[in-house]
């Protein structure tokens, strides 16, 4: 159970690590001006979709994974 907890702890590291990243994206993105943020509009925004695609898939397997530990924790 306790490998299970750790398992968990880590998730949530990863998750706020990649919420991380999404701000420093959104600052990249705020800090090009109109003139050269075409390019790297295009750039921000495609990391930032499969950045968000990746965040969704990942929290729905925290939530399996935490729906697993207190259903083993009922059982003991």
Do not use: C, P
Not at 14 to 38: C, K
Request: proline letters at 0%; hydrophobic letters at 35%; a negative charge.
């Amino acid at each position: 159970m306790e490998q299970l907890y750790s398992i968990m702890r880590e998730f949530l590291e990863v998750e706020y690590h990649q919420e991380s990243l999404v701000r420093i994206l959104n600052a990249i993105e705020t800090a090009y001006g109109e003139d050269e943020q075409g390019e790297v509009k295009w750039i921000v925004n495609g990391i930032k979709f499969y950045l968000k695609d990746m965040q969704t898939e990942f929290r729905t397997t925290v939530n399996r994974l935490d729906t697993y530990i207190a259903e083993r924790a009922k059982k003991q």
